[in-house]
């Protein structure tokens, strides 16, 4: 019969924790409206983000009369932000944040902060905002 070791148990547990890995990016890259289609391109209109710094923010042109309350969104996180959670800030608070699953319906009346949060636990927010054709800067 096998000799069972304590010993190399512990081994075995020290080098399964090594070997964890914990994600400490908080990255969203870029925003999608699949409801909506790029004029030049014909692709689904989508939004990359400038940086990863907290507070990035983008803005988004919609066609004119577009009810700016319940539209689709997708967000895409950067590879080194695989288990990051997401929440959403669609209220004008700055404040009342909810759990986001990166894809799903939200109200762009008031600026829009999706607020991401790696393993490490160090959240970054980015705003985006959305405005009709006149409404640009």
Known sequence: TPIKSSAASDVYKRQVKELTYVY????????????????????VMRAVFPNFNNNSAVVVTVPEGVPLNHILVELELSAASQKATMEVCDDGSETNFEPFSGSGYVDFSHTVIFRVTPESGSAINYKVSMVYPEEEP
């Not at 969203?28 to 699949?34: A, I, N, T």
């Not at 289609?37 to 014909?42: A, F, I, V």
């Open 24 to 43: 400490t990016k908080a990255e969203l890259y870029s925003v999608s409206f699949p409801d909506f289609l790029d004029n030049e391109t014909g692709e």
